[in-house]
């Protein structure tokens, strides 16, 4: 009990100290007496009368939103049909999809860039949903093969005597069967989106900013604006609280791994 209190506290600590610098001003956030301040706005009142943030806010909010649903549709396609089908090399692709999220994105950045440019989709929204969906639906496949797999077999065959086929199975009766595995699957998906710099810092330029690398740019050349760091990244916070406390129930059921039938 005592342990998880501990690591309560220090998950907990961050997210509370970025909250309030949020309502201070620069002056203030490096105060010997941290707790000795007047609350203000000023540093949201600047988040919200600079346009790049809400575009980027905009921006994560599509991309995010785009790469995840997709991600979900193919991941949930791809896992079932390993899941289920019996084919020859089954297990090699599987395990293929583990090593693709084995390597570094960092080995990857460039040689993306490099193809979206030939394609022209430099600094566009269609970049970054593809790169984000290079990494997020071979998540999708490893957290619902379990799911897929734990369907009892009796449910298809009944499936099949009733005169259903395999798309019918696949939407009708499996999907609602690991929806607890699909909301994991998807809300970790939305995050992995939602806080990815690497490929929106190489990828974009202008339009297509996240909100990420639009907060990178308040460091400032000088002096960080500690304020607005603050107030966005509390921003940055908010969907991320109301998804979670949304799908709490699911995530819960999820994250046990297990299907009832």
Known sequence: MLLSIIILIIELFPIAIIIINGFKKDIDIWSANPFSFRPSLDSYKKIFQRKDILLGIKNSLIVSTLSTTISLLVGAMASYA????????????????????MIPQISLAIPLFMMFRSLGLTDTLTALIFA?????????IWVLLPFFSGVPIEYEEAALVDGCDKRKIFWKIFLPLVGPGLVVAGVFTFMMSWNEFLYALVLTST????????????????????????AA???MLIPIFIITLTFQKYLIEGLSGGIKG
């Not at 984000?132 to 999708?140: A, E, G, K, T």
């Not at 339009?207 to 304020?227: C, D, E, L, R, S």
């Open 82 to 101: 390993i899941a289920r089908f019996r084919f020859r090399y089954r297990k090699v692709l599987s395990y293929s999809f583990l090593i693709s999220r």
């Open 132 to 140: 984000h969906m290079s990494f997020n639906i071979p998540y999708v």
């Open 207 to 230: 339009q297509a900013k996240t909100a990420p690398v639009v907060i990178n740019g308040f460091m400032g050349q000088y002096a960080p604006q500690w304020g607005q760091l603050a």
């Open 233 to 235: 990244g509390t921003l």
